[in-house]
């Protein structure tokens, strides 16, 4: 029985050529859930990829679950053992830049003549057509772009990056959720198609409310630094022994708040007394609640807040964090089991579901580890295969 069976996208193969992290996360996607990935990779050079290295942490991360081919898509038998593979499998992934694939002779119409229901998936920086469509995609560039990083850091303080590549990975996730929709229409039509999405679309759907509220109301948001842009007062506030968050949200909410720390006045205090007044006033506001809460730790509010229904909640580090009891009980952490490398904890799926769970089934295979193997299921003849490699096709 396959480490598959029974798994959501068993069905599936997958043709993985991307790189770097918006490609990795979109694959992993479909990787964890279960479908065949082959990662197909440049032949061995003695260079260090765009992925860094393979033994660390990032890598090892993003390429779990995976078969790795070497490929030189450059030479015609390297795009000829592709054709063969893509005429087998169900989605290809990508995320060169715009015009590579047409180069390589791996777009969708290309790919589509061989297998009219192969799914191409791409991520570009900025789109497929536009004024930008040549230019390189990179994270931080999407983050400004996209609007993020300003409405990101302190009141003020100028524009500010998040501390995840959110651009990419969001990308990805769109990116693997496009590509379920096609494989779901394609049980209908038959037929496959071009999956599209990039950094800069991405990014601006992730900002959500903040992106509607200039939209509907022209209203240009800043950024507010710890404090929620709308609902006040909500953000960090000083304890004892560090910080902590607190979530108001809604009169009744910050009624009850009031109660909870002792402090009734706060409720009818003519600068607090609506949201907008506790909007226009949030630097006393919050200055009012400081001088509160420093008098005990975190721990008694995280408890007496929840307990009185007003969100409150620690703010961890990275090590705390794993180590919560609650962190722990999801199994965010999980272990993976690599041949040379013995084991080690990698980031598991945050979806959970009751009859076909995500599993980590292999480590990130080694560089070409499964070459001879998937050009053996190819039809190809060992001394074909060797030839190939002596030719530095594979």
């Known amino acids: 029985m396959s480490a598959t069976t029974g798994m959501p996208l068993s069905r599936f193969k997958v043709l993985d050529l991307t790189r770097v992290r918006a490609g990795p996360t979109c694959v992993r996607q479909l990787a964890d859930w279960g479908a065949d990935v082959i990662k197909v990779e440049s032949p061995p050079d003695g260079k260090e990829g765009l992925g860094g290295s393979r033994d660390g942490f990032d890598f090892q991360n993003l390429h779990r679950n995976k078969r790795s081919v070497t490929l030189n898509l450059k030479d015609p038998r390297g795009l000829e053992a592709f054709y063969k593979m893509v005429s087998a499998a169900d989605v290809v992934v990508e995320n060169y830049r715009a015009d590579v694939k047409h180069r390589l002779k791996i777009d969708y119409d290309s790919l589509a003549k061989i297998n009219p229901g192969i799914i191409l998936g791409s991520i ?180 007496h807040l929840n307990a009185a229904g007003c969100p409150c909640g620690p703010i961890y580090s990275m090590d705390q964090m794993f180590e919560d009891a609650q962190v722990k009980h999801v199994e965010m952490a999980v272990p993976v089991s690599h041949p040379r490398m013995g084991s080690f904890q990698i980031v598991n799926q945050a979806i959970k579901m009751s009859r076909t769970p995500s599993k980590i089934r292999s480590a990130t295979p080694e560089q070409g580890e499964h070459t001879d193997a998937i050009l053996t299921e190819l039809g190809y003849s060992p001394d074909a295969i060797a030839a190939m490699r002596d030719d530095g096709v594979i």
Not at 133 to 146: E, L, S, T, V, Y
Not at 188 to 205: D, F, M, R
């Open 124 to 303: 570009s920086g900025f789109g497929q057509d536009g004024p930008y469509a040549d230019r390189p995609g990179f994270d931080q560039i999407a983050q400004g772009m996209g609007g993020l990083m300003s409405i990101t850091g302190e009141a003020d303080g100028g524009p500010m990056r998040v501390g995840i590549p959110v651009a990419d990975l969001s990308a990805g996730m769109f990116c693997a959720q496009g590509i379920l929709l096609a494989l779901l229409e394609r049980e209908t039509s038959g037929k496959g198609q071009w999956v599209k999405t990039s950094l800069l679309e991405a990014q601006i759907q992730m900002l959500d409310f903040q992106a509607a509220r200039y939209l509907k109301d022209k209203e240009v948001p800043k950024s507010a630094g710890n404090d929620h842009p709308t609902s006040i007062p909500t953000g960090v506030f000083k304890t004892a022994d560090g910080h902590v968050n607190i979530a108001v949200a809604g009169q009744a909410i910050y009624e009850r708040f009031c109660d909870a720390i002792n402090a009734p006045e706060l409720k009818d205090h003519p600068d607090f007394a609506t949201g907008a007044l506790r909007s226009q006033n949030r630097k006393a506001m919050n200055a009012a609640i400081d001088a509160i809460t420093c008098q005990k730790p975190s721990a008694f509010w995280i408890d």
